[in-house]
């Protein structure tokens, strides 16, 4: 009898496989055995596809019956394969036609009663399968929304395993996508709502236009968590690449809205101080799933309340702010998602934060213990450090009003753009993506305009990544100005970022 063939896409990360599903019918006594490398929720595929091929009208084949799932040695995650592995059962017993099938994937889980069920990462699936030069795609027609997003691929959505029998025998076309609705933009808050903080408020701009890392060390109450939670309103729109990569995390996470699938807005995630390292930089048994660094990629990550969070939880984020990217291992495999995200932190100056300094009342060594819970690796890919004051009367009845969201983000694009242009032919976008090696010899400033940065290197007050740090705020600072270098003030302002106390 001949061997049944269709194609699914296995997603590791954000990334796909296509995969190809084989059926083989006869060769002995009635059974059924999957091969290819399949996870316990896949293994459970061969009940819940023998009763919902029952439950759509058709026969279960009465015979020895061998499914395998290639490349083999790639390991199969998931139910997504069971539409799959229905119809290629079903083709291999003959009961339905297989001309449709070549260049056609398939993905969903199927019910009991022959319902196709949504899945995670379609997203992601479809574009793999659509690089690997497939024409065509089944999915669960819950998930039209999200595979509405893929250009370039013909996509058809299914509600139960019979609709898709029907398609094949060409007695009824399945479910189209509609057209993929307009994203609505988020309501920020805005900008003049902060009362006073002049200093951390361009620290704000200047983190915003160069895409640095900032901490804010300051009383209760002085705007710290509002300042941050304004950061997304002043960054740019993703551009299409962007938002794909970012929606494809938010696929794989399971967390799309149907209403407005496609993120186009700067993501912005504040956890609790209480988050576990697996739940902030991804894990979970079998493979690891995206944490909330990778939900936070191309937007803001805030740490509110730094210092109260673990050690353990605050040191897994080095790497991931060097690199852009998470690397996981676990028994399944490893996988990799992007987290290239800007992390701002916000700490009170001691346990007890009264509203004055000279009210504190933890003593010397309490001080020391709450703020190096911000170890010295930490801080030093920190680039930005403000100590905010509290506010005064003087201010709160200011006469002027603080500048709108609109007037500083107008700053903050048009220093982006300078930035994005300079850089275009390298390939990165922002000043904080310029490697350090970079800034030194093919963009290195003259040495007068270094001088104060040598000699801080020089007396051990800054560290080699902490010059390279310095000086892409200082290509910041000149692009707001609109100089086409830094100089020498440009350089002694990035240097002050770095040394203020805090912490």
């Known amino acids: 009898m001949p061997i049944g063939h269709t194609w699914s896409v296995a997603v590791l990360g954000i990334d796909g496989r296509v995969i190809e599903v084989e059926a083989d019918l006869g060769g002995g006594l009635p059974s059924m055995k999957l091969v290819g490398l399949p996870d316990a929720g896949l293994r459970e595929a061969k009940d ?224 609790h101080h209480s988050v576990s390292v697996a739940a902030l930089v991804g894990g979970g048994s079998g493979l690891a799933a995206p944490g909330l660094i990778s939900q936070a990629h191309r937007g803001v990550l805030l740490l509110d309340e730094a210092c109260e969070f673990s050690g353990p939880a605050l040191e897994s984020l080095r790497t991931a702010l060097e690199d852009g990217e998470i690397r996981i291992a676990r028994s399944k495999g490893s996988v990799c998602y992007p987290a290239r995200f800007q992390l701002v932190l916000a700490t009170n100056p001691c346990p007890c934060a009264p509203p004055r300094e000279t009210d504190c009342t933890c003593t010397p060594s309490a001080r020391r213990r709450y703020l190096n819970r911000l170890s010295g690796p930490l801080l030093d890919r920190v680039d930005i450090r403000v100590q905010m004051r509290p506010i005064t009367a003087m201010t709160t009845h200011a006469e002027e009003t603080p500048e709108s969201t609109d007037v500083v983000c107008a700053r903050v694009l048009a220093a982006r753009e300078r930035a994005a242009v300079r850089w275009s032919a390298h390939g990165w976008r922002t000043n904080a993506e310029v490697p350090g090696p970079a800034l030194r010899r093919q963009f290195g400033l003259p040495r007068q305009a270094t001088a104060l940065l040598d000699r801080s290197l020089d007396r051990g007050l800054l560290t080699a990544r902490g010059a390279d740090r310095c000086l892409r705020i200082a290509w910041t600072l000149a692009d707001l100005a609109k100089c086409p270098e830094p100089d020498a003030d440009h350089v002694a302002a990035a240097l002050e970022f770095r040394d203020r106390r805090a912490p």
């Open 48 to 271: 819940r596809v023998r009763s919902a091929v029952r439950n759509s009208g058709q026969q279960w084949p009465g015979e020895k019956l061998t499914l395998g799932l290639s490349p083999a040695n790639l390991p199969k995650l998931g139910s997504g394969y069971d539409l799959a592995i229905a119809v290629a059962v079903l083709a291999a017993a003959g009961k339905v036609p297989a001309t449709r099938l070549p260049g056609t994937v398939l993905l969903g889980e199927l019910s009991l009663d022959g319902r196709v069920r949504e899945i995670r990462g379609v997203l992601p699936g479809l574009i793999a399968a659509r690089k690997a030069g497939v024409k065509r795609a089944l999915v669960p027609v819950h998930s039209l929304f999200e595979a509405a997003l893929v250009e370039g691929i013909e996509v058809f959505g299914a509600a139960r395993l019979a609709d898709v029998i029907a398609w094949l025998h060409g007695e009824n076309s399945l479910v189209k996508p509609e057209a993929p609705p307009e994203g609505v933009p988020p309501k920020l808050a805005d900008l003049a709502d902060v009362v006073g903080q002049p200093e951390a408020r361009w620290a704000l701009e200047v983190a915003a236009a160069g895409g640095h890392h900032l901490l804010f060390t300051g009383p209760p109450g002085v705007g710290k968590t509002m300042l941050a939670k304004r950061l997304p309103g002043l960054l740019p729109r993703l551009s299409i690449e962007e938002a794909l990569e970012v929606t494809a995390v938010h696929s794989v996470h399971g967390s799309l809205s149907p209403t407005s699938p496609l993120v186009q807005a700067p993501p912005f995630v504040a956890p």
